[in-house]
Nanobody, 124 residues
Framework: QVQLVESGGGLVQAGGSLRLSCAAS????????MGWFRQAPGKEREFVLAISWNGGRIYYADSVKGRFTISRDNAKNTVYLQMNSLKPEDTAVYYCAASDSYSASYHLYEYDFWGQGTQVTVSS
């Protein structure tokens, strides 16, 4: 079991930046593939970014390439989402997720544990 707690969301103007953090409980954080997903009002939850246990594999959604990056610090049991050049269409609740599958990438069903989400609002 792992518990995930996101933080760092808020209101930002278009073109601005935010960094989200996801703190995980448990001693086996480093074994999990970690992902970020988001859900805008009235839309389905969608994949944003994922990172393998050692950072060797990173998956991006096309919509965030060149603007968002993901990183992790296994010593701190934390994964980060750095969001730059934010756009109003990035407005959503952002969720951190953990997968116990080594090959997990961008499918929601691959993820076993989810955080409660943090709201990101980008004003135009």
């Amino acid at each position: 079991q792992v518990q995930l707690v996101e933080s760092g969301g808020g209101l930002v103007q278009a073109g601005g930046s935010l960094r989200l953090s996801c703190a995980a409980s448990g001693r086996t954080f480093s074994r999990y593939v970690m992902g970020w997903f988001r859900q805008a009002p009235g839309k389905e939850r969608e994949f944003v970014l994922a990172i393998s246990w050692n950072g060797g594999r990173i998956y991006y959604a096309d919509s965030v390439k060149g603007r968002f990056t993901i990183s992790r610090d296994n010593a701190k049991n934390t994964v980060y989402l750095q969001m730059n050049s934010l756009k109003p269409e990035d407005t959503a609740v952002y969720y951190c997720a953990a997968s116990d599958s080594y090959s997990a990438s961008y499918h929601l069903y691959e993820y076993d544990f989810w955080g409660q989400g943090t709201q990101v609002t980008v004003s135009s």
